[in-house]
């Protein structure tokens, strides 16, 4: 049986290997940058059927970054929004027969880990200046900083490793059992698969959303609204 | 088939087993306490469920650091090279 760690090499561009998981993942930029760039070419003030639709995942992402940030949703809308659509296509990318999704792939998480990490740090330092999110590490003493830099590691690892895990082993065990029974008895692992694969892209936006509020909300100054600091 | 490959499978397998004992138990609490807590107040549920997801999400990933351990130890074991 083929490790989960490695990854399939399609072709080569020069002396950079290109693998399955990058061709899936241009993939499903391709189709996730055609399809937006199609629903809101022509928004009108009384929507059609696409628009209302397309409306209503927006307001839901809008409703959920409210409720968990207790903020105004807008500069975090693009980037909660994308990352959630992301990684749900990916997850479902399964149900097209032959595509692994990318997100088993321990790079793709990785990646995906590290604009989260790079995002806190960017809406930290843009919410408070960057004397101002340093601060944040000397919070509540100054002796907390060396717990609270290896938090922010160890947070961003346990983000890469739970999306990982997550996937991986769902298209690990369908392997397993398809090799073992065959036809049609892998159906309802397949089911709990899709079921995990949407759980996991929610958590994953839920968390980023977490750490991003708690990266602004002890940036800022005076906050009226604590907003609840979850460690993993 | 030598000592160190047989020793890497007994433990992985050891390794996800015990590994699992302690999430199941843990989210049992949890959803048994969500649950409760659902019942007592309706009007909060969508709240409690959201804690709930990312709490679970916490406990579950310890169960997968032990997944992760096992299959480093089967698949990329660094003293079977």
Redesign the interface.
């Known amino acids: 049986m083929m490790?989960?760690?490695?990854s399939t090499v399609l072709f080569h561009v020069g002396p950079v290997p290109i693998t399955e998981a990058v061709v899936a993942t241009w993939a499903i930029m391709a189709v996730l940058v055609a399809g937006s760039a199609l629903v809101s070419r022509g928004l009108k003030l009384v929507p059609s059927k696409a628009q209302t639709t397309f409306e209503l995942i927006v307001d839901t992402v809008d409703g959920q970054i409210r409720?968990?940030m207790q903020l105004a949703p807008a500069p975090y809308r693009a980037f909660i929004g994308t990352l959630f659509t992301f990684i749900f296509v990916a997850n479902w990318s399964s149900l097209i027969p032959g595509v692994k999704p990318p997100t088993a792939q321990i790079e793709t998480d990785a990646a995906l880990a590290l604009v989260v990490f790079a995002a806190i740090i960017w809406f930290g330092i843009r919410a408070g200046g960057v004397g101002g999110y340093l601060k944040t590490f000397a919070t509540p003493s100054l002796v907390m900083i060396p717990l609270n830099v290896i938090e922010t590691i160890t947070r961003t690892f346990?983000m890469l490793?739970?999306l990982?895990?997550?996937v991986m082993?769902g298209v690990f065990v369908i392997g397993i059992v398809l090799s073992l029974a065959g036809l049609l008895v892998p159906i309802p692992l397949m089911a709990l698969d899709l079921l995990t694969g949407a759980?996991?892209a929610?958590?994953f936006a839920?968390?980023a959303m977490?750490f991003i509020a708690g990266a602004v909300g002890d940036a800022k100054p005076a906050r009226a609204l604590p907003t609840p600091r979850?460690t993993? | 088939m030598n000592w160190l490959a047989f020793c890497s499978i007994i433990s992985a397998a050891l390794a996800v087993s015990f590994g699992a004992i302690g999430p199941a138990l843990a989210e049992g609490r949890a959803v048994a306490a969500a649950m409760d807590a659902i019942a007592r107040q309706p009007e909060s549920a969508s709240t409690i469920s959201r804690t709930l997801f990312v709490g679970l999400a916490m406990i579950e990933t310890m169960a997968i650091y032990c997944l992760v351990i096992a299959l480093l130890l089967l698949f990329a074991n660094p003293l079977l090279k």
């Open positions: 490790s989960p760690l490695a409720d968990t346990s490793v739970r990982f895990g997550n082993s759980v996991q929610y958590i839920i968390l977490v979850i993993p």
